[in-house]
């Protein structure tokens, strides 16, 4: 066993805590995922551009999160490191400026390792022929990750980056994080700074994806500049969680997903945490709206270059981009008004419960997410996650079971706005209380030494 | 609502002036048909209200 074995393995915190008792050297550590990137990411396809070295420096001070190597989606702008969003269109961007968030993360000390995959602009159903070719999932590497935010997940579930920022405007951050088994939180609309990411900007935030609840409170942290870690360690208290069951039984969900949940309601249960169904009227109208808000604001910004250089989107992006033109004014208000509409109700039903639970996607593979049967370009497959984007409300997906086919699945809690101390509590009560986010796609080392088609 | 067509969907385009050729037209038809579905259900449903919410005074 080589000194940098199982490095991959340490969340933000156990490494944060090693470089400050002196056993963990931050380069060693930043090295073992350099490593892992050159070896097994030819076949992951889960990085676009791995930092140069002197793009790799830290200030002399450590902050919370100093030397930890993050990843960051390819739509997200970082200076001076080209910023691709898997188009075309932007193969030689190279920002002269970070995004926001950042240069959140770098000022609290971390590395910023990798730009990462993802669905051409964040939009669109991937293909080989992309400008980077899908990543897989490491679990089931026949199957692609699920998006748009695939590469991050894929990144931080095996190994290639202690964590990672995704984006997400109906669920591109908590769907690939419950595909690949590993924690996505998408923030309360407006909480994180989303600017200089490429996204609706109504409906689009920038998240932190993490392999523990613990990690992702940690960046939230970095992202805000408030505390959320410290708050993780209150005890349990009396908890509501309320679950939507007209609208999960209307998906029609695989029956693993179906079995899963209800065995994540019952480990709740057990922590003590009362379960009660509620109806919320108009769930599934706004996952239909926060996608039609989708397609006109993408059509927005894209119309001049769809015009000008069409040939350099894919297919796919392309007809994704152009379908908001054909959308009205009135359509895009009403969407807007569903929104409205959809989060009063959903914040009356918060004065009664403390979190929602649902799943997080009803299929099991990105290939089944992404089937004209599952209208993806209408929220169909984001049935469960889109909705707040357009409320607004943050949500966090969950390790939280297995398919028989060894694919995780997530668990999905939602909260009340601006409370995502307490959604990041309840979520890891849940995770202390289940194992499955100590597991590791581990035959991807084995994987990435054959050949697989497609 | 009534099936889109790809003469109706090629007439919309042409209006729009998008450039899409035969195979794109063929390929947008059941996502617009889809979307245009969309926003007709959230406009029955969820139309804004004509006049302003009243603002309290003082």
Same mark, same amino acid.
């Given at each position: 066993?080589?000194?940098?074995?199982?490095?991959?393995?340490?969340?933000?915190?156990?490494?944060?805590?090693?470089?400050?008792?002196?056993?963990?050297?931050?380069?060693?550590?930043?090295?073992?995922?350099?490593?892992?990137?050159?070896?097994?990411?030819?076949?992951?396809?889960?990085?676009?551009?791995?930092?140069?070295?002197?793009? &790799?420096?830290?200030?002399? *001070?450590?902050?919370?999160?100093? *030397?930890?190597?993050?990843?960051?989606? @390819?739509?997200?702008?970082?200076?001076?490191?080209?910023? $691709?969003?898997?188009?075309?269109?932007?193969?030689?961007?190279?920002?002269?400026?970070?995004?926001? +968030?950042?240069?959140?993360?770098?000022?609290? /000390?971390?590395?910023?390792?990798?730009?990462?995959?993802?669905?051409?602009?964040?939009? /669109?159903?991937?293909?080989?022929?992309?400008?980077?070719?899908?990543?897989?999932?490491?679990?089931?590497?026949?199957?692609?990750? &699920?998006?748009?935010?695939?590469?991050?997940?894929?990144?931080?579930?095996?190994?290639?980056?202690?964590?990672?920022?995704?984006?997400?405007?109906?669920?591109?951050?908590?769907?690939?994080?419950?595909?690949?088994?590993?924690?996505?939180?998408?923030?309360?609309?407006?909480?994180?700074?989303?600017?200089?990411?490429?996204?609706?900007?109504?409906?689009?935030?920038?998240?932190?994806?993490?392999? $523990?609840?613990?990690?992702?409170?940690?960046?939230?942290?970095?992202?805000?500049?408030?505390?959320?870690?410290? @708050?993780?360690?209150?005890? &349990?208290?009396?908890?509501?969680?309320?679950?939507?069951?007209?609208?999960?039984?209307?998906?029609?969900?695989?029956?693993?997903?179906?079995?899963?949940?209800?065995?994540?309601?019952?480990?709740?249960?057990?922590?003590?945490?009362?379960?009660?169904?509620?109806?919320?009227? /108009?769930?599934?109208?706004?996952?239909?709206?926060?996608?039609?808000?989708?397609?006109?604001?993408?059509?927005?910004?894209?119309?001049?270059?769809?015009?000008?250089?069409?040939?350099?989107?894919?297919?796919? +992006?392309?007809?994704?981009?152009?379908?908001?033109?054909?959308?009205?004014?009135?359509?895009?208000?009403?969407?807007?008004?569903?929104?409205?509409?959809?989060?009063?109700?959903?914040?009356?039903?918060?004065?009664?419960?403390?979190?929602?639970?649902?799943?997080?996607?009803?299929?099991?593979?990105?290939?089944?997410?992404?089937?004209?049967?599952?209208?993806?370009?209408?929220?169909?497959?984001?049935?469960?996650?889109?909705?707040?984007?357009?409320?607004?409300?943050?949500?966090?997906?969950?390790?939280?079971?297995?398919?028989?086919?060894?694919?995780?699945?997530?668990?999905?809690?939602?909260?009340?706005?601006?409370?995502?101390?307490?959604?990041? *509590? &309840?979520?890891?009560?849940?995770?202390?209380?289940?194992? *499955?986010?100590?597991?590791?796609?581990?035959?991807?080392?084995?994987? +990435?030494?054959?050949?697989? /088609?497609? | #609502?009534?099936?889109?067509?790809?003469?109706?969907? !090629?007439? #919309?385009?042409?209006?729009?002036?998008?450039?899409?050729?035969?195979?794109?037209?063929?390929?947008?038809?059941? #996502?617009?048909?889809?979307?245009?579905?969309?926003?007709?259900?959230? !406009? !029955?449903?969820?139309?804004?209200?004509?006049?302003?919410?009243?603002?309290?005074?003082?």
């Amino acid at each position: 066993m080589t000194p940098a074995e199982g490095l991959h393995l340490l969340t933000v915190a156990e490494a944060g805590r090693r470089f400050r008792d002196g056993s963990l050297a931050p380069a060693d550590y930043v090295a073992a995922f350099i490593e892992r990137i050159k070896r097994l990411d030819p076949f992951l396809r889960s990085v676009i551009t791995l930092a140069a070295p002197t793009d &790799m420096e830290v200030g002399r *001070w450590g902050g919370p999160l100093h *030397w930890i190597p993050i990843g960051i989606k @390819d739509s997200i702008a970082t200076a001076g490191m080209r910023t $691709t969003a898997n188009s075309r269109v932007l193969a030689d961007w190279v920002p002269a400026e970070d995004a926001p +968030s950042v240069t959140a993360l770098r000022a609290a /000390g971390a590395v910023v390792l990798a730009k990462l995959n993802l669905n051409e602009f964040a939009w /669109g159903i991937p293909s080989e022929d992309d400008l980077f070719p899908p990543p897989r999932n490491p679990w089931s590497p026949e199957h692609r990750a &699920m998006g748009s935010s695939s590469g991050s997940a894929v990144a931080v579930a095996c190994g290639l980056c202690a964590a990672a920022l995704g984006t997400d405007a109906g669920g591109s951050v908590r769907q690939p994080a419950a595909n690949c088994g590993v924690v996505g939180l998408k923030p309360t609309h407006a909480l994180v700074d989303s600017s200089g990411a490429l996204g609706a900007p109504t409906i689009c935030e920038v998240g932190p994806i993490t392999r $523990t609840v613990e990690d992702a409170a940690l960046l939230l942290e970095a992202l805000t500049g408030s505390t959320y870690a410290e @708050d993780l360690r209150r005890p &349990m208290r009396r908890t509501r969680i309320g679950v939507p069951r007209r609208h999960i039984d209307a998906a029609h969900s695989d029956p693993q997903i179906e079995a899963a949940f209800t065995d994540a309601l019952q480990v709740l249960r057990g922590l003590g945490i009362e379960i009660v169904d509620v109806e919320i009227e /108009g769930l599934g109208d706004a996952a239909e709206a926060d996608f039609l808000v989708l397609n006109a604001e993408a059509f927005a910004a894209h119309e001049q270059t769809l015009r000008a250089r069409p040939s350099d989107y894919g297919l796919s +992006s392309r007809l994704y981009h152009t379908q908001g033109a054909f959308l009205s004014a009135a359509d895009y208000m009403a969407a807007l008004v569903a929104g409205d509409v959809v989060r009063k109700r959903v914040d009356v039903v918060f004065s009664t419960i403390d979190f929602l639970a649902t799943p997080v996607v009803p299929v099991l593979t990105a290939d089944a997410a992404r089937s004209a049967k599952a209208q993806p370009h209408t929220g169909g497959a984001a049935i469960f996650t889109a909705p707040f984007n357009l409320t607004g409300h943050p949500a966090i997906s969950i390790p939280g079971g297995m398919s028989t086919e060894g694919i995780p699945i997530g668990l999905q809690l939602i909260g009340r706005a601006r409370g995502e101390a307490d959604l990041l *509590w &309840m979520a890891q009560q849940y995770e202390q209380a289940t194992t *499955w986010h100590q597991m590791h796609p581990s035959d991807v080392e084995n994987a +990435s030494s054959h050949s697989i /088609g497609g | #609502m009534k099936q889109l067509s790809i003469a109706r969907l !090629r007439e #919309m385009a042409r209006r729009l002036e998008l450039d899409v050729d035969a195979r794109e037209l063929a390929r947008l038809r059941p #996502m617009v048909q889809d979307v245009l579905e969309v926003g007709q259900r959230l !406009r !029955r449903d969820y139309a804004p209200p004509i006049d302003r919410p009243a603002r309290r005074s003082g």
